[in-house]
């Protein structure tokens, strides 16, 4: 036999529903509905691409390369521990750029700043620089390079056993770059869109770190990394 309570308390929470989507009025309510969505927006293949060997990669962290819920550390770390397991006849390092960003925080910026310009990667100043020579020391064919490129914080709502919740998205976009270090040709660029999100309860201001964000949008990439 069917609890009665548990029939209350659905109907209770079916008014309720209702009662929202009444008071909010329904395009509004439909317009502020979230929840967490990863894209892949463009992806760019060369057609010369086959004719370039790649054994071994070099991926530089994205910046700023730290800990805090801006930063973009564990996101590189992901990135990496998944191009391993995906490509494991591949060897991939993390190049360690500490020293060339503490000379010059914009150096990787500066760096897609002139690929962008020059639709290459200008292997000359790039190994005379700080950013490159750390590169060199890994012994690369190619190397992953990346960059974020606007980050926002949407509020909305979340639907959830027929209860609305209030909820904060944080939306990046960033790209990633793979580039032979044969000719600094561009193999390889994707422009990615990735979200996380969490539900808010009102106690205290919170903010999903960065990383969670970029770490779902590469997992969209693996498969579309052109190593194999």
Same mark, same amino acid.
């Given at each position: 036999?069917?609890?009665?309570?548990? /029939?209350?308390?659905?109907?209770? #929470?079916?008014?309720?529903?209702?009662?929202?989507?009444? $008071? &909010?009025?329904?395009?509004?309510?439909?317009?502020?509905?979230?929840?967490?969505?990863? !894209?892949?927006?463009?992806? +760019?293949?060369?057609?010369? /691409?086959?004719?370039? =060997?790649?054994?071994?990669?070099?991926?530089?962290?994205?910046?700023?390369?730290?800990? &805090?819920?801006?930063?973009?550390?564990?996101?590189?770390?992901?990135? /990496?521990?998944?191009?391993?397991?995906?490509?494991?006849?591949?060897?991939?390092?993390?190049?360690?750029?500490?020293?060339? *960003?503490?000379?010059?925080?914009?150096?990787?910026?500066?760096? *897609?700043?002139? $690929? !962008?310009?020059?639709? #290459?990667?200008?292997?000359?100043?790039?190994?005379?620089?700080?950013?490159?020579?750390?590169?060199? =020391?890994?012994?690369?064919?190619?190397? $992953? *390079?990346?960059?974020?490129?606007?980050?926002?914080?949407?509020?909305?709502?979340?639907?959830?056993? +027929?209860?609305?919740?209030?909820?904060?998205?944080?939306?990046?976009?960033?790209?990633?770059?793979?580039?032979?270090?044969?000719?600094?040709?561009?193999?390889? #660029?994707?422009?990615?869109?990735? !979200?996380?999100?969490?539900?808010? +309860?009102?106690?205290?201001?919170?903010?999903?770190?960065?990383?969670?964000?970029?770490?779902?949008?590469?997992?969209?990439?693996?498969? =579309?990394?052109?190593?194999?």
């Amino acid at each position: 036999m069917v609890d009665i309570r548990i /029939i209350i308390r659905f109907a209770v #929470k079916v008014i309720a529903f209702c009662f929202v989507l009444f $008071i &909010t009025g329904c395009n509004e309510f439909l317009d502020n509905l979230l929840w967490p969505k990863n !894209e892949v927006i463009s992806l +760019y293949k060369s057609p010369k /691409i086959d004719s370039y =060997k790649i054994r071994s990669v070099a991926l530089l962290p994205m910046t700023p390369d730290d800990t &805090t819920d801006a930063g973009t550390f564990y996101s590189t770390n992901h990135f /990496i521990n998944s191009l391993e397991e995906k490509y494991p006849n591949i060897k991939f390092t993390v190049s360690d750029i500490d020293t060339a *960003i503490t000379i010059d925080s914009l150096a990787i910026s500066k760096t *897609i700043h002139s $690929i !962008e310009k020059k639709k #290459k990667l200008d292997l000359k100043n790039f190994y005379s620089s700080e950013l490159g020579y750390d590169v060199i =020391k890994d012994s690369a064919d190619a190397i $992953i *390079i990346g960059t974020v490129d606007s980050c926002s914080v949407k509020n909305g709502f979340y639907i959830a056993n +027929y209860q609305l919740y209030k909820t904060r998205i944080i939306s990046c976009r960033f790209t990633y770059y793979l580039i032979s270090l044969r000719d600094g040709r561009v193999l390889w #660029k994707a422009h990615v869109l990735g !979200e996380d999100g969490y539900i808010y +309860y009102g106690i205290d201001e919170l903010h999903t770190p960065l990383y969670y964000a970029v770490s779902n949008g590469i997992n969209l990439l693996l498969d =579309k990394i052109p190593l194999e």
